[in-house]
């Protein structure tokens, strides 16, 4: 009868401890599943920055070759208003000296 009874006890021991294994198993399965749907998260998250990466970067590339038209265009404009500003000047100095001339020749008349 003791015998019998030892025996019982260690079965409901290894029932409670096989339990309680069980429930432990149950817990890290719920961690595992947890951390897997995080990691879908974060894996869907870095993707998203990904594409937002590569966008900014075709938006870079598209700003850029802008710029460097307009500073082609700034640069052509530039020689344009230095070319006139030359005319300009050439035009003052052919003015002065007409009116000059024409001073003298007025002056030589009188």
Known sequence: EARERQLAEAAEAANESMALAESQLVARAREVNELGARVKKAEK???SAEWA??????????????????????DLLSSEVSMLADELE??????AQTERLFGEELHNTQ
């Not at 990466?53 to 700034?74: D, F, N």
């Not at 050439?90 to 003015?95: V, W």
């Open 45 to 47: 998250r870095a993707s």
């Open 53 to 74: 990466c590569e966008k900014v970067e075709v938006e870079m590339a598209e700003l850029s070759g802008r710029l460097q038209h307009k500073e082609e265009a700034l």
């Open 90 to 95: 050439a035009e003052r100095a052919t003015r």
